[in-house]
């Protein structure tokens, strides 16, 4: 394909601008296309920041379907996967009058098992509501009816519905080609689906998941491609931590300890006592989370595997579980070929004890059974264990290799976290470059594009989180005319985060910046504690005020029907946390005002975090300003992001934490955030908001402010 006709087809006489009314043409635009074209024809890496509004969505799409050869495209969340599939895809390939095929891939839990939804069906006891009765019998509707499976086609079924757990199937509990549905699978037809079609749409989460599962051996989650474009690239570096390390949850112990016992009395009565077998599975699981108990008074209610307060006690606890998982991996063997039920069980079984054992390693004397020449299955064998105990060692070989430890254990970090109604053991590679980075074929072409990947314009941080030192990197300012569309608020004399009059004193000065908007206001805090407290503060000022405004908090109700009636209402207060910061387009007047209350650094009780900062500092970094100001930078200008999303939007952006302008390193911040006009002042706030679209001249002094010590 000629750059020529890029300039074509992106021109105001070409076939997008004829076939889509709103188009307009950009020159940011063209030249992002232009540059994935090149690293396509190359084969290379591309990261490219383009700012909200180039229009990134037509500029890889473009050359993706010009192309002629496999693309995938990978987003960043299933919402915006299907806003790809069934809006933008077809409109681009209506407009070129390309006979380009498109396909949609998910995970395995979007889409309805026919065996799991029809074992469901045969057992009332497992429904717990009348409105669980009424949503089986819509997704048994659904399933006869739909020819995708895909959850998000069951519009009266929340995605979010517990029983979506009970009639979707799991990499452990899948039967394969064992299952008796395996013709109608939703899954299969997926997978085929996207090995015949040019074009596939998939998240970063499936990606990901297929990473790991090649390293396994397994290579038919995801087709082979000539080139990968990862849209929202800057998720990437959290959802590869999450999904190349391992998990473990007491809910996923407790479930195996059901199964056992309803497949072998339904399948294998006479071969043991069952109900036994379960109960003892479930008994060690919660002796293992009663062991974990003092964690709950602990920051965060974590605690890394060094710091378990009653470590020995907890340590036995692990131990008692492992043995009661190798005698039923032991008595499901015997009866595993008998019937599938027998055999999912058998496998889920497996599964966990291999991935409990691994997330015990190295012990509390350093030793690791792990390391290269002593492999896992030969500390399993230590003591002459049995058949069924020497399957859970081959089982290892599938788990190490799904966590990447195939030569040797990378730097990680374990941990538990206790919550009111579970505990999970957590375990997570300290860095993801290699892994990640050496998944790219040398003749495929990546393209990692999203508005926030810079710092300061400077791309090492992202680029080193994920190991693409060799890629090229190119940047896109917005086309918006932030000085004339918004206005950043900095707020004179508020106290620091930390003082206990600060949500006090920050709503303080929200009030009479909601009272003058006409729009909608969106506050984004950093804790969901913040959000609680800040909820209820202002919720008693609209009181005071009689304002019928309506307020809406994060928590009581879910993320998407939040959304759709904050944009609704036109006018709404939503309160929210972290995954409220990004993916949310609210375009106009619905939208006038983003408040952020403090910046936006990880919790210090992270364990990953913790972890990565001591790794840093014990390389003598400065963990600070090489990790925690970057990520922070990052988060930032993804909130102050949610403000403008159209040229004919305009508001302001409030920033309540005064270190961005008190704190040398808060240049670095507010530098990196939209070029909007800039006060400390409220009333030219309030003048702006009166004048609506008038620019707020600069004031001086700011600067020099962010500067000073």
Same mark, same amino acid.
């Given at each position: ?8 087809? &992106?021109?105001?006489? =070409? ?41 990134k969505t037509w500029a890889y799409l473009v050359p993706a379907f010009l192309s002629g050869g496999k693309v995938l495209v990978s987003t960043g969340t299933r919402t915006l996967q299907d806003q790809l599939f069934r809006r933008d895809l077809p409109r681009l390939r209506e407009a070129l009058a390309l006979p380009i095929t498109i396909a949609l891939l998910k995970g395995r839990g979007n889409y309805v098992c026919h065996y799991h939804l029809e074992r469901l069906g045969g057992d009332d006891r497992a429904l717990k509501s009348r409105a669980e009765i009424g949503q089986l019998r819509a997704i048994q509707v659904f ?63 499936? &990606? ?8 396994? =051996? ?81 920051? =965060? ?94 089982? &290892? ?138 909820? /209820? ?17 994060? +928590? /009581? ?22 995954? &409220? ?65 159209? /040229?004919?939007?305009? +508001?302001?952006?409030?920033? +309540? ?53």
């Amino acid at each position: 394909m000629l750059l020529q006709e890029l300039s074509d087809i &992106f021109s105001p006489s =070409g076939p997008i601008a004829a076939a889509v009314p709103d188009f307009r043409p950009r020159q940011a635009q063209l030249e992002l296309a232009q540059a994935i074209e090149t690293a396509l024809q190359e084969r290379k890496v591309l990261v490219a920041e383009a700012g909200t509004g180039t229009g990134k969505t037509w500029a890889y799409l473009v050359p993706a379907f010009l192309s002629g050869g496999k693309v995938l495209v990978s987003t960043g969340t299933r919402t915006l996967q299907d806003q790809l599939f069934r809006r933008d895809l077809p409109r681009l390939r209506e407009a070129l009058a390309l006979p380009i095929t498109i396909a949609l891939l998910k995970g395995r839990g979007n889409y309805v098992c026919h065996y799991h939804l029809e074992r469901l069906g045969g057992d009332d006891r497992a429904l717990k509501s009348r409105a669980e009765i009424g949503q089986l019998r819509a997704i048994q509707v659904f399933a006869q009816q739909s020819k995708t499976g895909d959850k998000a086609d069951l519009a009266q079924v929340p995605e979010d519905a517990d029983i979506w757990n009970r009639v979707t199937s799991t990499r452990e509990n899948c039967l394969g080609q064992e299952c008796p549905h395996v013709r109608d699978c939703f899954v299969l037809k997926a997978r085929r689906y996207a090995q015949d079609a040019d074009l596939v749409v998939v998240n970063h989460a499936l &990606f990901m998941a297929d990473l790991a599962l090649r390293e396994d =051996g397994i290579t038919d989650l995801l087709p082979a491609a000539d080139m990968v474009v990862f849209d929202e690239a800057h998720q990437l570096p959290d959802i590869a931590t999450r999904f190349l390390g391992t998990s473990v949850s007491s809910h996923q112990l407790l479930d195996l300890a059901r199964m056992v016992e309803a497949a072998g009395l339904a399948q294998a009565r006479e071969s043991t006592n069952w109900s036994e077998a379960g109960k003892k599975i479930e008994q060690a699981a919660r002796d293992l989370r009663l062991a974990a108990a003092p964690i709950d008074k602990l920051p =965060g209610r974590k605690a890394t595997y060094d710091a378990i307060p009653n470590a020995a006690e907890f340590d036995q606890a692990l131990d008692d579980l492992l043995q009661v998982l190798d005698r039923s991996a032991q008595l499901l063997n015997v009866v595993s070929e008998k019937h599938p039920d027998l055999a999912a069980a058998h496998k889920s079984c497996l599964d966990l004890r291999a991935k409990l054992f691994l997330w015990s390693q190295p012990d509390r004397q350093g030793r690791n059974a792990l390391v290269p020449g002593s492999s896992a299955g030969d500390k399993l064998k230590e003591g002459g264990l049995d058949a069924a105990a020497r399957e859970t060692a081959d089982a &290892f070989d599938a788990v190490q290799a799904e966590t990447l430890v195939t030569v040797a254990p990378p730097a990680s970090v374990r941990w538990v976290e206790q919550s009111t109604h579970h505990m999970r053991l957590h375990s997570a590679p300290l860095s993801v470059a290699q892994i990640f980075s050496r998944y790219r074929r040398e003749d495929q072409a990546w393209v990692l594009t999203s508005a926030t990947l810079s710092v300061g314009g400077n791309f090492a941080h992202f680029q080193k989180q994920l190991g693409l030192w060799s890629a090229s990197t190119l940047r896109w300012d917005s086309p918006f005319d932030y000085g004339q569309q918004g206005v950043l608020f900095v707020p004179k004399n508020l106290p620091l985060p930390n003082d206990s009059r600060f949500n006090e004193k920050f709503v303080e000065v929200l009030l009479p910046l909601i009272e003058v908007s006409q729009g909608g206001v969106l506050v984004l805090c950093t804790t969901l504690r913040s959000v609680d407290r800040i909820a /209820e503060l202002l919720e008693e000022q609209l009181d005071v005020a009689g304002s019928d405004r309506v307020l809406l908090r994060q +928590g /009581e109700s879910s993320r998407r029907v939040l959304l759709e009636r904050f944009r609704t209402e036109k006018n709404a207060i939503l309160v929210g946390s972290a995954s &409220f910061w990004e993916g949310i387009d609210v375009p106009g007047d619905a939208l006038t005002l983003v408040a952020i209350d403090k910046l936006p650094f990880a919790p210090p009780d992270d364990p990953v975090l913790e972890a990565r900062l001591n790794l840093c500092r014990k390389e003598g970094g400065n963990p600070f300003m090489e990790y925690q100001v970057p990520e922070a930078a990052i988060a930032l200008k993804q909130g102050a992001g949610r403000l403008i999303r159209s /040229e004919s939007d305009w +508001g302001v952006l409030v920033v +309540g934490d005064s270190r961005i302008v008190d704190k040398p390193y808060g240049k670095l911040l507010w530098r990196g955030l939209p070029p909007f006009s800039r006060t400390r002042e409220l009333g030219q706030v309030l003048e702006f908001f009166n004048r609506k679209q008038a620019p707020v001249a600069p004031v001086e002094g700011l600067e020099a402010e962010a500067a000073a010590p």
